[in-house]
């Protein structure tokens, strides 16, 4: 089969090439995909360069979050049939013809998604639930702060946040254009801050009358590791996703967290266990949830936002995209 390979086993975008390489075969409980469209994740670019490694067992092609048309069933896969139209998740290899995903891991495309926006779906959906829903317990009355809001991620955490009903969604972001559109966006934030150039732990403040905000979702670490823990109010959870501006911080004061009774979750979803992923994506809630999402004019109370969609000739300019950050939501590839 084809695949976006990368020469030398990682470097720079201009290493990433379509080559031929072996079509996997489906193993026990897995079911092989033809993919019709892929999507690009910030931990694509940090494996490219070699400092993201696939879990054990996973493909070493890019790509974790695709859509496509089930081609082939392994021994004892019950919940799909060939021809079936799905969206999920894998630990790699979604850069390809062709993926292996453990059945536990797709989801039916709806036919109100195209193949674009379910593939633009796993990653940032599953991501946010996890982080705001699973740790951040996030319930009706909260008041919710998400850093990078125009992220993928960040737009996701915001609807489920509102569509939970959240009293406050505060989000921070760069510019006045994607602050502008974060507030225009049916369940988008209801309060937005610069982080360049505002004081978002004061901004919070004032907008939850000195209360703080009871779950933060980060993905910047370091710089803005003590305005975070000022942001919290008592009995406050922070979600850790990422460490953008590092993963250092120094003379940190331990004793707000002990104060405010603050609860600090690392989270990861890649590493996780087949088991734990699974289980996660079967949930009754997550089910619930992904049911309400639909594309940008959908109608739905949850929707998905592109923006740009790219043939996979095109490869390494949508590497370029996101990593000049030119990108507000989701870059999608589509297997030609």
């Excluded at 975008?13 to 999507?39: C, M, S």
């Amino acid at each position: 089969m084809r695949a976006v390979l990368i020469k030398d086993g990682q470097g720079p975008i201009e290493n990433l090439y379509i080559g031929e390489t072996d079509k996997p075969v489906p193993t026990r409980g897995e079911v092989l995909v033809k993919i019709v469209a892929f999507g690009i994740n910030r931990l694509d670019h940090y494996q490219r360069q070699g400092s993201y490694p696939p879990p054990p067992g996973a493909s070493s092609i890019l790509g974790v979050e695709f859509s496509g048309r089930v081609a082939e069933l392994g021994e004892g896969v019950t919940r799909w049939a060939v021809g079936d139209e799905v969206f999920g998740l894998v630990g790699g290899g979604a850069y390809a013809e062709f993926v292996n995903c453990d059945e536990g891991l797709l989801l039916k495309k709806p036919d109100h998604l195209s193949w674009v926006e379910a593939a633009s779906i796993p990653e940032c959906y599953i991501t946010a639930y996890q982080a705001l829903v699973k740790y951040g317990e996030v319930k009706k009355g909260d008041h919710v702060l998400v850093h990078a809001g125009a992220s993928g991620v960040g737009i996701a955490a915001i609807q489920i946040a509102r569509e939970s009903g959240a009293a406050t969604v505060t989000a921070t972001a760069s510019t006045t254009e994607k602050l502008n559109w974060l507030r225009s966006i049916p369940n988008g934030a209801t309060h937005t801050v610069n982080y360049r150039t505002e004081d978002f732990a004061a901004e919070v403040k004032k907008m939850t009358n000195g209360k703080g905000v009871d779950v933060v979702i980060d993905f910047v670490g370091q710089s803005h590791w003590a305005k975070n823990i000022e942001s919290l109010a008592i009995d406050g959870r922070m979600t850790m996703l990422a460490t953008l501006s590092g993963s250092e911080v120094p003379s940190v004061d331990l004793s707000p967290i002990l104060h405010k009774r603050l609860r600090i979750q690392g989270s990861t979803l890649r590493s996780r266990s087949l088991q734990y992923q699974t289980e996660l994506i079967a949930s009754s809630s997550f089910r619930d949830m992904i049911d309400k999402v639909t594309g940008a004019n959908g109608g739905g109370p949850l929707r998905t936002y592109i923006h740009r969609v790219y043939p996979w000739t095109e490869i390494q300019s949508a590497h370029h995209e996101m990593a000049d950050n030119k990108n507000s939501v989701k870059i999608i590839v589509e297997v030609q």
